[in-house]
């Protein structure tokens, strides 16, 4: 399971800091993410951690968010600074997990984040 938390209602330029916990399982973990989505529009990659702690940031999000994890939590955190209206969105965890054949994705709930212009 996948809990996520942190999301609410910031004026821009504010910060907001979310995360999500893992739960029931802690191993075969290859990466973990935040993406994102507003009606209408395909969930969006914001940022991705590999294991190997690689991170991965989209264009849009570069310099002002900041992810990363704690192990022994089996946290993720997500870092929003200098936050924009266009972060609008409903923000979803990711975790991807080894498997035989193809990689499993494991999604959480989904919390909202709003910017006011």
């Known amino acids: 399971q996948l809990q996520a938390s942190g999301g609410g209602l910031v004026q821009a330029g504010g910060s907001l800091r979310l995360s999500c916990q893992i739960s029931?399982?802690?191993?075969?973990?290859?990466?973990m993410g935040w993406y994102r989505q507003t009606s209408g529009k395909q969930r969006e990659s914001v940022a991705t951690?590999?294991?190997?702690?690689?991170?991965n940031y989209a264009d849009s999000v570069t310099g002002r968010f900041t992810i990363s994890r704690d192990s022994a939590k089996n946290t993720v955190y997500l870092q929003m600074n200098s936050l924009k209206s266009e972060d609008t969105a409903a923000y979803y965890c990711?975790?991807?997990?080894?498997?035989?054949?193809?990689?499993?994705?494991?999604w959480g709930q989904g919390t909202l984040v709003t910017v006011s212009s």
């Open positions: 029931g399982r802690n191993f075969g973990i290859l990466a």
């Open positions: 951690i590999t294991s190997g702690g690689v991170t």
């Open positions: 990711n975790v991807r997990v080894r498997a035989p054949i193809t990689p499993i994705d494991y």
